[in-house]
Nanobody, 122 residues
Framework: QVQLVESGGGLMEPGGSLRLACAPSGRTGSISVMGWFRQAPGKEREFVAT????????SYSDSVKGRFTISRDNAKNTVYLQMNSLKPEDTAVYYCAAGRLFSSRGVEYDYWGQGTQVTVSS
């Protein structure tokens, strides 16, 4: 089993920045990729970004490309999502996920965190 613990959510004004962190623990040897997804009220869960375990490949949704950056700190065994130029439509619960396939599809991920709320509002 793999446990994922997210942190860093909160309330931010439009145009501001937040950084989310996700620290996996347990049988992390089974993980090949880490991803971020989000779900806004009344909407389906959507892909945000993903990164391979070595941090050499990344992928983003069109809605966040150029504003969000996913990265990995191997020393701290932590994956980050740096969110800049935040917009009200970024408001959602953000979930960290871990799996074995480099994919934007949530069904490809085996483990999920509990989620952290991000609210963008003035």
């Amino acid at each position: 089993q793999v446990q994922l613990v997210e942190s860093g959510g909160g309330l931010m004004e439009p145009g501001g920045s937040l950084r989310l962190a996700c620290a996996p623990s347990g049988r992390t040897g089974s993980i090949s990729v880490m991803g971020w997804f989000r779900q806004a009220p009344g909407k389906e869960r959507e892909f945000v970004a993903t990164i391979n375990w070595r941090g050499t490949s990344t992928s983003y949704s069109d809605s966040v490309k150029g504003r969000f950056t996913i990265s990995r700190d191997n020393a701290k065994n932590t994956v980050y999502l740096q969110m800049n130029s935040l917009k009200p439509e970024d408001t959602a619960v953000y979930y960290c996920a871990a799996g074995r396939l480099f994919s934007s599809r949530g069904v490809e991920y085996d483990y999920w965190g509990q989620g952290t709320q991000v609210t963008v509002s003035s």
